[in-house]
């Protein structure tokens, strides 16, 4: 087995442990509804703090890096942020009139499990354009030792939390334990399958639908943030001020790793 097979299975291994980690803690006890909601306004400043952040920049320049003026870039990158949005927010409306006209009693159930559909969504497509980067790095490293140590320490640095975030969204739906650590369990498994189809394909893959891809994941975060997951976050009103505090640091906390890991995620 090569040394970057090696490799690839270890930082595997790695984002499979931290992804479950991250995953399970909402469903380690019973929470009350004040705490998941607490949880759910991190989660929407997570959520928006990576499209803002990490997506939506880490878009336009893949678009650059692939010879487009600068200008043509970002406009091709908000283009494609936009239909992310638009199409996520089509697809809830409609599943929305379909649900309601089946069970008018259960509108805000259906409208949580919505939110978990988005948001699984959204990370998906994320989780996906991750693995097909670590992938990439890997074959990279040959030349540079340090680029796939460099994209696994990112992916490592928001998986916990973004798992927690999409985990917190089961929860908020009531989905059961059971079905909500199968959930996770399925999800956790983008990354690793996302990788090695781009390890063993590295040639195939233009980085051109990877900028792509990233900006419809910017549109589906900001859906999920400001739709979904900031209107439940303010649900109880008493605690505005609490819930503020709290996206302010879901928002601060993928600030912070974005620093740490150099701002620089797939390239």
């Not at 948001?119 to 790095?137: N, R």
């Not at 399958?193 to 990877?210: C, E, N, T, Y």
């Not at 505005?240 to 701002?263: D, E």
Request: charged share 15%; glycine share 8%.
């Amino acid at each position: 087995m090569s040394d970057t097979l090696v490799e690839l299975v270890l930082y595997l291994l790695a984002i499979i442990v931290v992804s479950l980690i991250g995953g399970a803690l909402p469903y380690m006890r019973r929470w009350g509804s004040s705490n998941l909601h607490y949880f759910v306004a991190i989660s929407a400043g997570v959520f928006i703090g990576a499209s803002f952040l990490i997506l939506i920049p880490e878009a336009i320049n893949t678009l650059i890096e692939e010879g487009g003026d600068v200008h043509d870039a970002v406009s091709h990158a908000l283009m494609w942020v936009m239909i992310g949005f638009i199409l996520l927010l089509m697809i809830e409306i409609i599943i929305k009139e379909r649900h309601e006209k089946k069970c008018r009693n259960h509108t805000n159930e259906h409208k949580h499990k919505l939110t978990s559909l988005a948001a699984f969504t959204g990370l998906g497509i994320h989780s996906a354009v991750d693995g097909l980067a670590l992938g990439a790095a890997i074959v990279a490293s040959e030349s540079n030792s340090e680029l796939g140590t460099v994209v696994l320490l990112a992916i490592l640095a928001h998986k916990a939390i973004d798992l927690f975030s999409l985990s917190t969204t089961f929860c908020l739906a009531d989905v059961p334990r059971k079905q909500g650590l199968i959930n996770i369990g399925l999800f956790t498994l983008i990354t690793p399958i996302a990788a090695i189809i781009s390890f063993f394909a590295v040639d195939l893959i233009d980085s051109a639908p990877i900028g792509i891809l990233m900006a419809l994941a910017g549109g589906t975060f900001t859906f999920v943030g400001m739709y979904d997951l900031l209107p439940e976050a303010f649900h109880e009103k008493r605690n505005n001020y609490k819930a503020y505090a709290l996206v302010v640091i879901g928002i601060l906390l993928i600030f912070i790793l974005n620093m740490l890991t150099g701002g620089a995620h797939t390239h």
